[in-house]
């Protein structure tokens, strides 16, 4: 049996009330645009504009489309925090699922240009392979979303022969992060309170996310960031035989 202190006590029911309180803030900011521009339209309808109805039924979707994105990203946290989780390890070719997520990120931000490059031979990596590409989906993705229209994301992919592992490096050119808020990103709803991100939707859990899926796959995670840009770079174990049957044991 687990002997837990009153004070441990107190702090975890502290934690967990902040929590409530923070995803109930999450939720009621959309849903009181939706309430609010349905409102108008239903009691309005008649005196507004088409291009005005069209412009509150393109609020309230996207303010839809906010809550969606957070309630997934709770039951993914949910479930991580749970430890119910399977992960499937294989041998994964990291080229072939980079390409893929760009090809999804693409289709939402259509002035940036996205740049590869393989370092040839590349190994396979043994990792979950949905979960690998939740984690290049979130980095890319963000790496779109805090940058400028018309600016570039690099994605290197090499080998690091010293510590066994693959690396992939996703590079913008956005605004940076400062050293002060690097140790503040990872945290749960942690967002930089700066004139860019208020203009841009989140909720400050995908890159907590990311952090705890690299770790739970024993890989690592970091950044490197100025007023150029920013590089994340994930690296993960080189898949070998022996390591995967012993990772089909412990699953
Ligand atoms: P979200 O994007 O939903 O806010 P994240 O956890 O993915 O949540 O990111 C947390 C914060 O870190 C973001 O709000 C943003 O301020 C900052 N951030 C993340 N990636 C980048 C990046 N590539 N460039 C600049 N800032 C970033």
Not at 48 to 67: M, P, T
Not at 168 to 184: L, Q, V
Request: glycine residues 4%.
């Amino acid at each position: 049996m687990v002997d837990i202190s009153e004070d441990k006590l107190n702090e975890l029911e502290q934690a967990h009330l902040d929590f409530i309180s923070t995803v109930s803030h999450e939720i009621r900011t959309p849903l009181t645009s939706i309430r609010g521009f349905a409102d108008t339209l239903l009691m309005s309808y008649d005196k507004l504009s088409e291009e005005q109805r069209e412009k509150f039924l393109h609020i309230i979707k996207d303010q839809s489309n906010r809550l969606i994105k957070l309630v997934e990203n709770l039951l993914t946290v949910s479930k991580m925090q749970s430890n119910k989780e399977l992960l499937v390890y294989k041998a994964v070719d990291v080229a072939s699922i980079v390409e893929s997520c760009i090809q999804i990120i693409k289709l939402q931000y259509k002035t940036h240009k996205y740049e590869c490059n393989y370092e040839k031979n590349l190994p396979k990596i043994l990792v979950d392979a949905d979960k690998f590409q939740q984690i290049l989906i979130n980095l890319i993705d963000n790496a779109s979303k805090y940058s400028f229209e018309n600016t570039t994301v690099y994605v290197d992919v090499f080998q690091n022969f010293k510590e066994n592992t693959v690396c992939i490096a996703i590079k913008d050119e956005g605004a940076g992060i400062t050293e002060e808020n690097i140790e503040k990103i990872f945290k749960k709803f942690s967002r930089i309170d700066s004139p860019l991100t208020r203009k841009i939707q989140g909720n400050g859990l995908g890159l907590y996310i990311t952090k705890t899926l690299v770790e739970k796959m024993d890989g690592k995670i970091s950044v490197e960031s100025s007023e150029k840009g920013s590089i994340f770079t994930v690296s993960f174990k080189i898949a070998n035989v022996e390591d995967e049957v012993l990772k089909k044991i412990k699953e």
